[in-house]
């Protein structure tokens, strides 16, 4: 049977609805409202009320509309009603990247509060044991990465034979990163009888074969995606495009980054290295920034992300894939720092600004050797920009299109410098780096033993020599009772025969 399918514009006739009159209850309705939230987007309009009644769904929404609520009430009333047990969650919401999982655990936090929902997020990355002592206590909704799942699973951390609904979230990312084998594996672990909700910003054909193999009669509920919604023709995004010059660009940046009502900030960069190299310019220039990539410890990542959702730093420079799942409300200016590699990692990075009805600016440089890349991205999303204005940090309209003061120069200010910095954000121990520690520790035994070998080829050592020299020589060398060898004596010879002192 086909899925039954609702959008956006089934509830234009309702206004001021509240998330009471969608059937949320009042605990976790006034935890919302303690927050300021109170009238629900169009995506938890539409999906509230079905998977509140246990209905299958299949949601799209773009980026920053609200989906965890969506999926996320409907949880916590869930688990209200029938808590979990140790071990045995009674919900479970997968999710591709780290960074996602921590924002949607945040967010399932703030909302059942007054629920006493326990939530546990479960990510590689952490050391085991906080997670599984976290399983062990008993959790309702268990939120997490497919292969740490996997991995407590068979260790026999986490049953999921209690979980009577499991969510999908950014499952279009998750097929992305080749996780699909993984989660048929976790589906095909719960019990047939379970409420399933898959939320996407695209249907690529592997989401509509996994909908057809593992949920059942589902509604599709759509209010806009990513790829429908282009952000150059939303009121509330400013998109620019400026052709650039590599060695320019740090410049040019460092001015917008000075531009009037610019607040938190991203700038995406395509490699570590580069990520590297413009947040220590960043700060070399007065700018609180930081770095976010692949190669930094998740403690490391973490740190950077409180930092500027907390407003110590608000400049973040990041790689795509350290940025996926990253959600701040506040964001006012995306930047890409180099042009994207297609026009979903465009509509990607774009989407960081401009979240939940706010105003945003998004700003790319495409460099001359990006040209042909760009007008690809350009004709695929069908925006007005094939022939990007040259630009340099000195044009008078690169000023004027972002309200750049006049005679703003590429160093922050000192009076303007009011950012506590990274340095004001604390490293959390996670555990991570246990590993680690271990082989440090060991590496001064390591050292001990090429001491010792380096001593024993100098003869300083008579215990390593012991253990390296055969037993015959060992004996041989020292006198009764383990004295210290004699000086040997040098032979001469003449002619195969032994020459004698006597006989110089």
């Not at 990510?123 to 990465?145: C, F, H, M, N, S």
């Not at 034979?161 to 992305?176: I, P, Q, R, T, Y």
């Not at 650039?244 to 290295?273: I, N, P, S, Y």
Request: hydrophobic residues 35%; proline residues 5%.
């Amino acid at each position: 049977m086909e899925a039954a399918a609702l959008t956006s514009t089934d509830t234009t006739n309702e206004t001021r609805q509240t998330f009471r009159d969608l059937g949320v209850n009042s605990e976790i309705a006034d935890a919302l409202e303690a927050e300021g939230i109170v009238e629900p987007f169009p995506i938890q309009s539409l999906a509230l009320p079905l998977a509140l009644s246990g209905t299958d769904i299949i949601g799209q929404a773009r980026t920053g509309t609200g989906k965890t609520f969506a999926f996320g009430l409907p949880l916590l009333q869930r688990a209200q009603a029938s808590p979990g047990e140790s071990k045995r969650p009674r919900a479970l919401v997968v999710v591709p990247t780290r960074e996602l999982a921590i924002q949607v655990a945040a967010d399932l936090t703030t909302a059942g509060k007054r629920t006493g929902g326990r939530i546990l997020t479960v990510y590689g990355g952490r050391a085991y044991e906080p997670q599984i002592e976290g399983l062990q206590k008993g959790v309702d909704i268990v939120v997490g990465t497919p292969g740490r799942l996997l991995d407590l699973q068979k260790q026999r951390h986490l049953n999921l034979s209690g979980v009577s609904a499991v969510v999908l979230d950014e499952a279009d990312k998750m097929l992305d990163l080749g996780f699909l084998p993984d989660i048929e594996r976790i589906l095909t672990t719960i019990p047939d009888e379970r409420q399933v909700m898959l939320f996407s910003a695209t249907m690529p054909s592997e989401i509509v074969s996994l909908s057809r193999n593992y949920l059942r009669q589902p509604t599709h509920v759509t209010a806009g995606d990513d790829d429908d919604i282009d952000p150059s023709r939303t009121s509330h995004i400013y998109q620019h495009v400026f052709r650039t010059h590599a060695l320019d660009r740090q410049e040019m940046l460092a001015r917008l980054l000075q531009a009037e009502g610019r607040g938190l900030t991203m700038v995406f960069c395509q490699t570590k290295r580069n990520c590297d190299q413009v947040a220590t310019a960043l700060k070399g220039r007065g700018f609180a920034a930081a770095a976010v990539h692949g190669d930094l410890g998740q403690s490391q990542r973490e740190r950077a992300l409180r930092a500027f959702r907390n407003g110590k730093i608000d400049v973040l420079v990041a790689t795509d894939v350290a940025a996926r799942g990253l959600d701040v409300d506040d964001v006012t200016h995306v930047v890409n720092y180099e042009c994207p590699e297609d026009e979903k990692t465009y509509t990607h990075r774009t989407g960081r600004t401009g979240r939940a009805g706010r105003s945003g600016t998004a700003v790319t440089f495409v460099d001359w050797q990006e040209m042909a890349r760009w007008k690809l991205i350009n004709a695929a999303l069908d925006l007005p920009y094939p022939e990007p204005e040259e630009t340099y940090s000195t044009s008078a309209h690169f000023f004027e299109a972002l309200g750049i003061p006049p005679g703003t120069k590429g160093t922050l200010a000192k009076g303007s410098r009011d950012r506590a910095g990274l340095e004001a954000e604390e490293v959390e121990d996670i555990g991570e780096t246990g590993q680690q520690h271990k082989e440090r520790a060991a590496e001064p035994a390591r050292g001990n033993r090429r001491g010792n070998r380096r001593r024993t080829r100098g003869g300083r050592s008579s215990d390593a020599a012991s253990t390296e020299q055969p037993s015959e020589s060992a004996n041989s060398t020292r006198g009764e009772g383990g004295e210290k060898p004699a000086r040997r004596r040098r032979r001469r010879t003449r002619n195969g025969a032994e020459i004698r002192k006597d006989q110089d």
